[in-house]
């Protein structure tokens, strides 16, 4: 079954904490995003942690160096996955996982700025990493064309464990569920809801509703 991932791209602990309160009920893994960890510091991690000791909190640390120390430091402060980039030096990636085993958790590649988004996920697969995100980050996603359905595309060619993030919303995420993908990332279409749980709930509800062959 697809997870449901909220990226909380707020910039106060206070603002996360309140979100993920609302949607807790309908999601698997609370992200917390890369502008609120610069802002508020690995301590909103902790927060969050402390707060959904049952959720998988997923630090979007975005490492593009120094892979162990950066990935050890966020599962220090409570992050069960953590995010390096898929564009960076092989070294970094293989230095993150071996943080992650001797944390008991988890990398994820994030395949911003990478241009074979389905030969580099298929290469970071095979040195341990969690799941591979196909993603679109906010600024691609203003680029006149830019569909996140390219990114569906490439989770069906690539044929290893990926995430979809790039503007997934309620009319998409039935489509990122349909190419297989493990988790469906949602960050603008709930905290930018009227009603965020409202909104939580509909794509989990449209999660359930899909069955993937
Ligand atoms: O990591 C991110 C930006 O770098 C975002 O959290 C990710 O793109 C998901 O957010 P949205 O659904 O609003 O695109």
Redesign the pocket.
């Known amino acids: 079954m697809t997870k449901l991932q909220v990226?909380i791209?707020l910039l106060t602990t206070e603002a996360a904490l309140e979100l993920a309160h609302k949607v807790a009920p309908y999601v698997d893994i609370i992200?917390l995003?890369?502008p609120l960890i610069k802002s508020e510091g690995l301590k909103v991690v902790t927060a969050m942690k402390a707060a959904f000791p049952d959720k998988l909190i997923f630090a979007?640390m975005?490492i593009a160096d120094t892979g162990f120390l950066e990935a050890e430091i966020a599962f220090l402060a409570g992050a069960d996955l953590v995010t390096v980039m898929g564009a960076v030096d092989n070294a970094t990636i293989k230095g993150a996982v071996e943080a992650a085993k001797k944390h008991g958790k988890k990398v994820v590649v994030?395949t911003?700025g990478v241009k074979n988004r389905v030969e580099r996920a298929q290469e970071v697969t095979a040195f341990g990493v969690a799941f591979v995100e196909l993603?679109?980050?906010?600024d691609e996603?203003t680029l006149a064309g830019y569909s996140v359905q390219t990114l569906i595309s490439e989770g069906r060619l690539a044929k290893v464990p990926f995430s979809v993030?790039?503007?997934?919303n309620i009319d998409t995420i039935k489509d990122v569920v349909a190419a297989g993908a493990d988790v469906a990332?949602?960050?603008?279409?709930i905290y930018g809801a009227e009603d965020p749980a409202a909104a939580a709930k509909a794509l989990k509800e449209a999660i359930n509703s899909v069955t993937v062959a």
């Open positions: 990226a791209d992200e995003g890369t979007d975005k994030d911003i993603h679109a980050g906010l996603q993030a790039g503007g997934v990332v949602a960050g603008g279409a």
